[in-house]
C-alpha cells in the first residue's frame, strides 16, 4: 500500500516551529546581554539585604537601639554633605556590582571519573589492610573509602598526584616486604611513568603518597657557591636537603638545592663509588668531580674504559697524569699508594716535632678511577697486579693524607669490585633506571620512590653514609671533544678546564713524583727525609 504524503500545513510546520524557537532563542540571548548588568546588581542587592538582615538577626536586641540611632546620624550626615546621595548610591551600586559578580564553581570533591579511581584503589588495598578477625575493618569490599583516603589531588589526565590513605594498626608497616608490596600496588594503579614518593607516619598510620616533578635537566657544569673540601654531585628535591646554591639554568639565574659532598680529614665519607648503567652519566659524574677538585687541589685519572673521554683533561695545570693503558694505570696508582704513605710519614714527623704541617702534605688529591675491573681482568690474563689492590693505602688512609678516592663502575662488574672499595666508598651514587633490590645493594637502603623506567643521563640517587637516600641529577657536563654534545653545554666544560701546564707547574710536578720511585719489583722506598 502506498504512503500518502502529509498534509501541507503538518510537512512545513515543524519548520516555522523551529524557526521561532531559533527567534525566540536569540531574543532571550541578546536580552541576556543588555540585561546583564542590572541582573548582576539586582543579584548583588539580593545578597547585601540578605547580609543585613543576618547582621541584624545576629544583633542583640539591647543594642538594637544604638544600632538604629548610629544608621541613621550616618545616613543624615550623607544627606548634609554636598554630593552625599549620589556618592552613596554609586558606592551602593558598586558594592552590589561586586557581589553580584559571577563566580566560578570551586569544586570541592572529586568527580565522577575520579571518585571510581578511589574506589578502584581502596577496593585493591582490601585484601593487604584488612583480616578475618577484624570486628570492624576500615577496608572491606564495598566498604566506605572516604573513612580511608583522604587528602587527595589529580592532574589532568584524572590520575591521582597526592593521596593520604589510613591503615589500620596492626598492618606490619615495619616490614620492608609488606611496604614494597603497598607501594608497588599503589604504583600501578595510580599510572606508571611517573616517580611517587612514599612518605609512611608509622607512628599516625598513614601513609602519603606524591607525585615528584621531574628534576631539571638543564643545569650545566659551572663554578659552584661551594667552600673547600665541599663537591656538588648534583640537584636533588627542594625539601630534600636545608641549603641552595645559585646556578643558571640557561639564561636564568636560580638558587637550586644541591647534594654536597664533604671530605677531607673531618669527613666520615672520605670515598665515593658511582655504580650505573652504559650512557648513565657516570663518566660525566667523575668529569664533574674533576673540574671542581681542580679549584684546589690536583687530579690523577684513570680511564678503564679506553674511549677518551677524560682526553680534554691532559696537560692541563693540576692534572697529574690521565692514563688509559694497563702498565700507566698500574704506575700510577702506585705512586698514589707511595704519595699517601709518604704524607703520612710527613705529617707525623712534623707534629712529633712541633712544626707546622708541611704544604705538600695539605692539597689535595684527587684519585678519579672509572672502570676499574676493566683494569683487573686485563692484568689477570697477562699475570700482572690487579689496579685495584694498589686502591687499599689510599682508601684505608686517605683521609688523613688529604687523599681522596672516587670510583665509577657499571652493574655487569660490580661484583668483581675488591673489599676494600666495597668497605670503604661510604659516599654511593647510582644513576640509571635500576630495581630497588640493585638500588638497595648498592645504597644500603631502597629508595622512599619508584624509579621510572626511562630516565635522562646523570639521573639516579644518592646516599652519603647513612644519610637518607635523595634523589640525584648530575649537571650536564659532556666531553668537549664530542660533537654529538650541545655547544653551550661544551663550551660551559671549556670555560672550566684549566689552563694548559706551564713549565713552572712541570717542575712542581716532577719534583711530588720524584718523592718515591718504584722499585723493580713493584715495591717502593721513601725518599730520606
Excluded at 467 to 472: A, I, K, N, S
Aim: net charge neutral.
Amino acid at each position: 500500500m502506498a504512503r500518502r504524503p502529509l498534509p501541507r500545513i503538518l510537512s512545513s510546520g515543524s519548520e516555522r516551529i523551529a524557526r521561532s524557537r531559533e527567534i525566540a532563542r536569540t531574543a532571550a540571548d541578546s536580552a541576556t546581554d543588555v540585561l546583564h548588568p542590572l541582573i548582576t546588581i539586582t543579584r548583588g542587592l539580593r545578597k547585601l539585604a540578605a547580609a543585613g538582615r543576618a547582621k541584624w538577626a545576629a544583633t542583640p536586641k539591647d543594642r538594637r537601639g544604638p544600632a538604629l540611632f548610629l544608621a541613621a546620624a550616618c545616613v543624615l550626615v550623607v544627606a548634609l554633605v554636598p554630593y552625599g546621595p549620589l556618592l552613596a548610591m554609586i558606592s551602593t551600586m558598586a558594592a552590589a556590582a561586586w557581589q553580584g559578580r559571577e563566580r566560578p564553581a570551586v569544586r570541592t570533591g572529586p568527580d565522577e571519573a575520579e571518585t571510581e579511581r578511589l574506589k578502584a584503589l581502596y577496593e585493591a588495598l582490601v585484601p593487604h589492610f584488612s583480616v578475618p578477625e577484624d570486628p570492624a575493618p576500615l577496608f572491606s569490599h564495598g566498604g566506605e573509602w572516604a573513612k580511608a583516603l583522604s587528602d587527595f589531588a589529580f592532574d589532568g589526565d584524572g590520575r591521582p598526584t597526592r593521596l593520604r590513605i589510613a591503615y589500620p594498626a596492626y598492618f606490619p608497616d615495619g616490614d620492608a616486604a609488606s611496604r614494597a608490596r603497598i607501594e608497588h600496588l599503589l604504583h600501578a594503579k595510580s599510572g606508571r611513568g611517573r616517580e611517587y614518593l612514599f612518605d609512611w607516619d608509622e607512628e599516625g598510620n598513614q601513609l602519603l603518597m606524591r607525585v615528584l616533578p621531574a628534576l631539571s635537566t638543564s643545569i650545566a657544569a659551572q663554578r659552584f657557591v661551594t667552600a673547600p673540601g665541599e663537591t656538588v654531585l648534583g640537584f636533588t628535591d627542594d625539601d630534600a636537603v636545608q641549603r641552595t646554591v645559585p646556578v643558571w639554568e640557561g639564561d636564568r639565574r636560580r638558587d637550586a638545592p644541591p647534594v654536597v659532598w664533604r671530605t677531607g680529614p673531618r669527613s666520615t665519607e672520605p670515598h665515593l663509588l658511582a655504580v650505573g648503567r652504559p650512557g648513565s652519566g657516570t663518566t660525566s659524574l667523575l668529569r664533574s668531580i674533576a673540574l671542581q677538585a681542580l679549584q684546589h687541589g690536583d687530579v690523577l685519572i684513570v680511564d678503564g674504559s679506553g674511549t677518551g673521554e677524560y682526553a680534554c683533561l691532559t696537560g692541563r695545570a693540576g692534572v697529574l697524569s690521565v692514563e688509559c693503558g694497563l702498565s700507566g694505570a698500574l704506575s700510577s696508582l702506585e705512586w698514589a699508594a707511595h704519595e699517601t704513605e709518604r704524607r703520612l710519614i710527613a705529617a707525623n714527623r712534623a707534629r712529633q716535632a712541633g712544626r707546622p704541617v708541611p704544604d705538600d702534605t695539605k692539597r689535595p688529591l684527587w684519585i678519579l678511577v672509572d672502570r676499574p675491573c676493566v683494569f683487573g681482568h686485563l692484568a689477570a690474563a697477562d699475570g700482572r697486579m690487579d689496579p685495584q689492590e694498589l686502591l687499599q693505602v689510599p682508601l684505608r688512609h686517605g683521609r688523613a693524607a688529604q687523599v681522596t678516592v672516587v670510583v665509577a663502575e657499571q652493574f655487569d662488574s660490580v661484583d668483581a669490585l675488591s673489599e676494600a672499595v666495597r668497605a670503604h666508598t661510604r659516599a654511593r651514587v647510582v644513576l640509571g633506571p635500576v630495581t630497588p633490590a640493585q638500588a638497595e645493594a648498592i645504597l644500603g637502603t631502597a629508595p622512599h620512590t619508584t624509579p621510572t623506567p626511562t630516565m635522562p643521563p646523570g639521573r639516579g640517587y644518592a646516599r652519603l653514609g647513612t644519610g637518607p637516600v635523595l634523589r640525584l641529577q648530575v649537571p650536564v657536563t659532556p666531553d668537549p671533544y664530542d660533537e654529538e654534545a650541545a655547544e653551550a653545554h661544551r663550551q660551559a666544560v671549556l670555560d672550566l678546564l684549566p689552563e694548559p701546564q706551564t713549565a713552572a707547574d712541570t717542575q712542581r710536578l716532577d719534583r711530588a713524583t720524584a718523592t718515591r720511585r718504584p722499585t723493580a719489583t713493584g715495591g717502593g722506598q721513601l725518599a730520606p727525609g
